[in-house]
């Protein structure tokens, strides 16, 4: 990721900038956001899922399917642990990176889903006992990218936190080197993505709205 540059641009101003740039930087786009257009509120992906890995002194032998994300997803590694053994079933709780039990337990061959992790563990030919275990790491990722901010996301681009300062398309491949306003003065009008309830949030992280 580039370093971080703080300056006070001076720029003209137009349908977008209402007043100076504080801070900008460089990065890449994630492929398949299609074509983005300058003035997209954009977040940061910075939530990655990694496969739910089976502790090698497990007794059970059902393997865990994809690991999707929750909105309250943690950085570092949660924890599943057989509480209660059951032919062909099996209940495990889960951790948080934190320490902190999530109030769902999971039932092995029932998909699981939480406000952090989402998976399902699959009965396997042997039976899972007490005390056998999944661990799961939620990462950075090597190289965080950009994704247009979506409410919805659950990998980070749920927060804005940069306005695109070029139009870019990553419809089919990641876009390197792409231009981004970190901080600064901005016209609503020229936001996509943008509404009122999100102003404060958006004052938070140094990027100040001007409404129409």
Sequence with gaps: ?????????????????????????????????????????????????????????????????AVTLGGKAKLGTYTLTCTAAAADAGTFKVVDPDGYKIDADLTVAVAYTSDHVNLTIADGAADFIVGDIFTIAITEGSAPKWKAYDAAGVDGSQYPIAVLAEDADATAADVNGVALYLSGQFKSGGLTGYVSTLKAALRDVGIFVKEA
């Design 1 to 65: 990721m580039a370093l971080m540059t703080f300056t006070s641009e001076s720029v003209a101003l137009d349908n977008l900038i209402a007043g100076p740039i504080i801070a900008s930087e460089s990065g890449a786009i994630l492929s398949g956001e299609g074509a983005l257009v300058r003035g997209q509120l954009m977040g940061r992906v910075s939530r990655v899922a990694g496969a739910a890995t089976a502790d090698g002194g497990n007794t059970g032998d059902g393997v865990a399917g």
